[in-house]
């Protein structure tokens, strides 16, 4: 009972992560009819984000060991230490909450940039060609991480007070040994925050009114003269945001590298075709499903009876939806049927 | 009366409480030109639907020179039994020449529904070639073979389209609006060009909504009218018909 | 080259094959004032070509985009592999069995692929190419060997080979009949085979299949409406391409007999369709220039590295030279992928016919030109 729960906590939030790119593809899918596979690059974007911030953080100089005194032994010791003792200590350890505000401006710039310079000539054309291009473009944000960064694992560690776990058996009844890290909590809460708000913005605000209204219909709110071109540039950055934050969050849980963007991106076209294109909120819940469904699979029991399982299961699971229900969990009829 | 090329018998259709298709009954003659005309929402498209094997009826059935039963059938199974139709927007190859536009139906009405030979080319292929080169020079288009079809102008496809339909010999052709979108000088040249197919003797069912082409080219014109035929006949029959002054216009006469 | 290029077009079929041969067979000669000419790359060029081509009859002709054909592209060679454990050195056989098995595979996969067009389709063959790419790592290992990958060894038990003749000392080499693969013998052994995929797909290119094939991506619509049923002809060029593709898996183990699953990563399917694409997709010789183009630049962008860089600027004073070195070193050696993402984006930007729409367009430039020269010399008479 206590593994299947735990494995529930890990797919939700691996299935958090999914939904956050899969939210991010639809909704520019649904508004801006643009299949980009460059997607899963804002997700490693994001969390070299992180990655960044840290290092920079982490800047640090050589100085003089105070525990070896009978030799010059000189140890790095970072900037912020020097320069604000116990405050910069502090500083470094919440690296990668604090990442955040830089990685929100980041992620705008990246996204304007890539929509500006590249997708919205690609509007017109076929999604063949969409395809190709976002492809090619993931590929060179790729190399270019990996040119900066390196072809390994970069350990991007959690701010020390939620580095350990959480008694959460207490909470739920299933006594004191039960325990989850907290990190990993926070993750869940986050992302469900951020899919909250998107949805509230969606749903409260005019502008998300007209997005929701453009994945209807895009020629008709065109007509209606809306300026669609800068609703078309926001979304964008917006989806690269969202992206983005989820990377910049998920660092601590899987140690960035540089192929990580595409591995994330095949799984979440996976599961915005399970969810259904150009439905939002089946993109979100086929995230969680799968991420639940993959974690389960993985479980001893599992496969000791399948083995090998966990890794193919999310595409099983496609190809039998793609099959007998195209549209997807909660597509809307119609679109995208052969 | 010789057998009829299509017979429809007792059709019923509804989309959740809508009834589009009210016991249908429809013989179509062979040679002749079976127009059938209806205010919007009549259940023309409908009718078309079940004809060419996109939806089925609820009840009833559509048979084919006496025996075959078309419910059910696939499109290009329908098409392989002898019935070709031709789209409200014109719908060809856009990207290959005039010459191998005609040909390909003409292939697959030779090869069937699939066909794979190896070594088989192209160039051997002269019997087939020479017969599309006289399709089109038979819709007046043979100057034109080379060139792309996408580049034609809409009444240009059209007269592929029918180039397309023709090589195949189907037994019924079936004309889906021919002549929508078009200006006057367009669909006068459609008309003389469906005229000198009807000298040929097709089979033809014309749904169309301008008067003007259907007086000049039916036999037999069926009237629909929310979902059920009011009036078959003639077209001075329908033409001084009351009832069908009545659907279409409250009244005014044709 | 334009007006090679129209001789090939109108030419009938023999003579077409016969200079394709002629181009193919020289190679040694005529790549040699540029640099190519050593066996390993003369083989690259040819296999991949064999690859190419074969991606180009479903993509080029149909328009279907799959993600997925690295994947015989490691089952091919995996294949051979095993035939060479199994059975015998003797190329013959696993490239046999490396094209059937292929096919088989292509046969399910394009089965249930087909049943959706456009970008399903596209991203159901990618994630069969992932799932086979995960499996390779796992359940598969036993066939695969994982991480290691499959190689020869010495207890191999070689059936028909041992049985023929006693075991050498040390590892066997593949072998045609006693011929050996290595160095040049393997690069014409190759460029033959490559001259018959080429006669192969000439073939499907030039005939009704073919033109159905075309009319397909043209309106998918209509096609069904003048009698023929789509799904199976998708399908067969689905099968069709992914035997090529297996042919070619099994050439690479057959000049270099190991097996790896890096192979069937959706890199390498990336690979084949910009070589397709930089060529020209749904042209006959487009793909082969894509993979010249490719695999000459790859040879030479990934063998740079820093020093040779240094080298090249030295004539610069050195704060120039540095500078240089560090803008151009991203994109040598191991930054040749970077290269190549930004080639297909520009490809895909400015050229998406690829160099054959090139050479039209200059070709057609060329004409208009000489037509207004001679018309401007007749005014003034």
């Known amino acids: 009972m206590d593994s299947i729960l735990i494995q529930l906590l890990n797919g939700l939030d691996k299935g958090g992560a999914y939904a956050l790119i899969a939210l991010g593809l639809t909704l520019v899918f649904g508004t801006l009819g643009v299949v980009n596979f460059a997607h899963g690059a804002l997700f490693l974007i994001g969390a070299f984000c992180a990655v960044t911030f840290q290092k920079i953080l982490t800047f640090s100089k050589q100085v003089l060991d105070p525990n070896i005194t009978f030799f010059d032994a000189y140890i790095e010791q970072p900037y912020l230490e020097l320069w604000f003792g116990e405050t910069g200590l502090a500083i470094i350890d919440y690296a990668v909450p604090l990442s955040i505000i830089v990685t929100i401006p980041t992620m705008l710039l990246v996204g304007l940039a890539m929509e500006r310079g590249l997708i919205r000539h690609f509007y017109k054309r076929t999604h063949a060609e969409q395809i190709l291009v976002t492809f090619g473009l993931a590929i060179v944000l790729q190399e270019i991480i990996r040119h900066f960064f390196g072809a390994n694992p970069i350990p991007t560690p959690a701010p020390d007070i939620v580095s350990g776990s959480a008694a959460i058996g207490t909470w739920i009844g299933l006594g004191e040994n039960f325990v989850y890290p907290w990190w990993r909590l926070i993750y869940l809460a986050s992302s469900i925050t951020i899919i909250s708000s998107v949805f509230a913005f969606l749903n409260l605000t005019t502008f998300g009114m007209v997005v929701r209204a453009g994945m209807f219909d895009r020629q008709m709110v065109a007509f209606l003269g809306i300026n669609v071109q800068r609703k078309f540039t926001i979304i964008f950055g917006l989806a690269a945001v969202v992206a983005g934050v989820a990377g910049a969050m998920y660092a601590p849980i899987l140690p960035p590298d540089y192929h990580m963007g595409m591995d994330f991106l095949v799984i979440s076209f996976v599961i915005v075709v399970v969810g259904g294109m150009g439905s939002l909120r089946g993109a979100v819940a086929a995230g969680f499903l799968l991420g639940i469904l993959q974690s389960l699979a993985s479980m001893t029991v599992v496969s000791s009876l399948f083995p090998g399982i966990d890794q193919i299961i999310i595409y099983l699971v496609a190809v039998v939806i793609l099959l007998t229900r195209p549209r997807g969990l909660m597509g809307r009829k119609g679109v995208m049927e052969d | 009366m010789s057998k009829p090329v299509l017979k429809i018998s007792n059709v019923n259709k509804s989309f959740g409480g809508l009834q589009a298709l009210r016991d249908i009954n429809l013989e179509i003659e062979k040679g002749k030109v079976h127009a059938i005309i209806g205010p919007n929402g009549a259940g023309k498209s409908t009718l078309l639907n079940v004809l060419v094997g996109l939806l089925e009826p609820d009840s009833g059935s559509v048979t084919f020179n006496g025996g075959i039963n078309v419910i059910g059938k696939s499109p290009h199974e329908i098409n392989q039994i002898g019935l070709a139709r031709v789209f409200q927007t014109p719908e060809i190859f856009p990207d290959l020449s005039l010459l191998d536009n005609v040909m390909i139906p003409a292939f697959s009405k030779r090869d069937g529904a699939f066909h794979f030979q190896l070594f088989r080319s192209l160039a051997s292929e002269t019997k087939i070639t020479q017969e599309a080169k006289e399709v089109l020079a038979s819709v007046g288009m043979e100057a034109k073979a080379e060139e792309t079809a996408g580049s034609l102008s809409r009444g240009d496809k059209r007269r592929l389209e029918l180039a397309m339909c023709l090589i195949q010999h189907p037994d019924l052709l079936l004309l889906d609006e021919p002549t929508a979108g078009m200006a006057r000088h367009d669909t006068n040249k459609t008309i003389e060009l469906l005229m000198q197919i009807k000298e040929g003797g097709m089979t033809k069912i014309i749904i169309e909504h301008d008067m003007h082409v259907v007086f000049s080219l039916a036999d037999t014109i069926s009237v629909l009218s929310q979902g059920a035929i009011i009036a078959s006949g003639t077209p001075d029959e329908i033409r001084g018909n009351p009832i069908v002054q009545e659907a279409y216009l409250g009244g005014v006469e044709l | ?381």
């Open chain 3, 1 to 381: 080259m334009k007006r090679l290029m129209n001789i090939f077009k109108k030419q009938s079929d023999l003579t077409t094959i016969l200079l394709f041969a002629a181009g193919v067979l020289t190679m040694p000669i005529w790549l040699d004032p540029i640099g190519a000419n050593y066996p390993d790359l003369l083989q690259k060029f040819v296999i991949f070509g064999i690859f190419a081509v074969g991606y180009n009859i479903l993509f080029g002709l149909t328009g279907y985009l799959s993600f997925g054909h690295a994947v015989f592209l490691g089952v091919g060679s995996y294949t051979a592999v095993w035939s060479f454990k199994l059975f015998t050195m003797n190329v013959l056989p696993a490239m046999l069995f490396a094209t059937l098995i292929s096919g088989l595979i292509a046969a399910a996969i394009g089965f249930v692929s087909m049943r959706r067009s456009g970008i399903y389709f596209s991203i159901l063959t990618l994630a069969f190419a992932q799932m086979f790419y995960n499996l390779a790592y796992s359940v598969l290992i036993p066939i695969t060997n994982g991480e290691t990958g499959l190689q020869l060894r010495m207890h191999d038990i070689r059936i028909i080979d041992n049985y023929f003749s006693d075991p050498v000392a040390g590892l066997p080499s593949t072998e045609l009949f006693g011929m050996s693969m290595n160095g040049y013998s393997g690069f014409y052994f190759c460029a033959v085979v490559l001259i018959l995929a080429f006669y192969v797909a000439m073939k499907i290119f030039r005939s009704p299949f073919g033109m159905k094939l075309k009319a397909i991506k043209s309106n998918q619509h209509r096609m069904r409406y003048i009698g023929s049923d789509t799904r199976p002809y998708l399908i067969t060029a689905f099968i069709i391409s992914g035997m090529f593709a297996g042919l070619a898996g099994a050439l690479l183990a057959v000049t270099d007999p190991l097996a790896g699953a890096e192979r069937m990563q959706w890199t390498a399917s990336g690979e084949v369709i910009l070589m397709t694409i930089l060529g020209g997709v749904g042209t006959l010789f487009g793909p082969l220039i894509g993979v010249g183009v490719i695999k000459y630049l790859e040879n030479i962008f990934s063998a740079i590295n820093e020093a040779v860089l240094h080298n090249f600027f030295s004539f610069m004073p050195l704060w120039a030279e540095n500078l240089l070195v560090a803008i151009t070193a991203p994109f040598v050696g191991e930054g040749w992928h970077l290269t190549l993402g930004i080639l297909f984006m520009i490809i895909i930007i400015f050229l998406p016919g690829g160099l054959m729409e090139g050479f039209q367009k200059i070709k057609r430039r060329y004409l208009t030109i000489s037509m207004k020269d001679s018309e401007s010399t007749t005014k003034q008479e």
